[in-house]
């Protein structure tokens, strides 16, 4: 057992040490928004908006919005089956402003999710050079708009996701989202974007900016018309297509309570979990596997009579914890401290996966503001 943990911590080490020149590489090609110019006139923005049921989030956001400097905007609020006051809230809002226009979907057509098929529903009227995709909760400061489309007319992109201040109220919340943030660093490494050589991709539902030429001839969202990570699918297909594509960070811009609670995000996560494991029990257990014996055993292994093993395992915290310092104090807002509590956290999303994965195969599929969606449907489109 002695000699599984010295290999297994010594290839750690190695991991450890291609992640953190990877981040340290990739960390200083990711622009911020906040550093760049505004831009005061240029072409009509689109922005679409789809909502289910968001009527305590839907006003705020999109007033926020209609405070922008960026004055070449129209509106698309799609409301996307809601039972509650959301559509209302649109209309009522479609009232105060002339370049709003709001859209009703009754019914959702077979072989679709209720968000991809509301995005596109509202892009198919859109009259804009640029299409703003964007979630129903995010606010925003005013220059966020004038500011993004200076970045991206001037970089000549036809794709541009930026990462916004994901907030968070209680600690242990917190510990998660940094968590979230850490190991998809690591997992997507999503500044390989901003390399023009590389076809990994990326995109964040918060803010995904599109020139309209781009959308349409790769498909709209039929592209993707079945995957729960819609906007992640998003970047990373343009990507992958030869799009040109940027991701910059937005954290005095851009922000959204990404959940109220830690059962929210469990409950959150139920939708595209799964799907981001490819739907294979495989992917499953690797992640399990690689979460723990990366983030969680060195802490155990740390106090091990072999000194061997014990220091293989202060090397793999202590390279973990730099790369962990650079990526919380780059895409957060939050303490690096919060390193100190690695392991609880990790444990905690190990329990996520688990329950993600274990109700989806016990409800044969994902449920998604009030539908379900059948496991089979959504392989047949993975």
Not at 124 to 150: S, V
Not at 222 to 236: F, S, T
Request: aromatic fraction near 12%; charged fraction near 20%; charge should be neutral.
């Amino acid at each position: 057992m002695e000699n599984i943990l010295i290999l297994l911590f010594s290839l750690g080490l190695f991991v450890w040490l291609v992640f953190l020149l990877d981040a340290i590489i990739g960390l200083r090609k990711l622009d911020s928004l906040e550093d760049e110019e505004p831009l005061n006139c240029g072409p009509l923005l689109s922005v679409v908006v789809a909502a289910r049921n968001e009527e305590e989030h839907i006003k705020a956001s999109i007033l926020s919005q209609l405070e922008q400097t960026y004055k070449n905007v129209e509106w698309i609020l799609v409301n996307d089956r809601s039972t509650d006051e959301t559509g209302k809230s649109m209309e009522q809002l479609a009232h105060q402003d002339s370049r709003i226009k709001v859209i009703h979907v009754h019914d959702l057509p077979d072989g679709w999710l209720g968000k991809n098929h509301a995005l596109f529903t509202g892009a198919q009227i859109a009259q804009g050079k640029w299409l703003l995709f964007t979630d129903a909760d995010i606010k925003y400061e005013k220059e966020a708009f004038a500011k993004a489309l200076h970045y991206a007319e001037k970089h000549q992109l036809d794709h541009l996701t930026a990462a916004p201040n994901l907030s968070a109220k209680s600690f242990w919340l917190k510990t998660f989202v940094a968590f979230f943030l850490f190991g998809f660093s690591y997992f997507k490494r999503p500044w390989l974007a901003n390399n023009p050589k590389s076809k990994t991709g990326t995109g964040i539902g918060a803010f995904n900016l599109i020139c309209k030429e781009a959308y349409e001839t790769f498909g709209k969202h039929e592209r993707i018309k079945m995957r729960p990570d819609d906007d992640l699918q998003l970047g990373m297909l343009l990507k992958k297509e030869g799009y040109r594509q940027r991701i910059i960070t937005a954290l005095q811009l851009i922000e959204v309570e990404w959940y109220g609670s830690l059962h929210e995000a469990f409950v959150g996560l139920e939708k595209n979990t799964f799907a981001g494991l490819n739907y294979r029990i495989s992917m499953v257990f690797f992640a399990i596997f690689g979460v723990f014996t990366t983030n969680v055993l060195p802490f155990i292994t740390i106090f091990s009579g072999n000194k061997t093993i014990a220091l293989l395992s202060l090397g793999n915290i202590l390279l973990s914890g730099i790369h962990y310092f650079m990526i919380i104090r780059r895409m957060t807002v939050f303490s690096p401290a919060l390193f100190l509590v690695l392991p609880l956290t990790a444990l905690l999303f190990i329990y996520s996966i688990i329950r993600a994965s274990w109700l989806t195969f016990k409800r044969g599929g994902i449920v998604w503001r009030g539908t379900t969606y059948p496991l089979s449907k959504l392989r047949d489109h993975e």
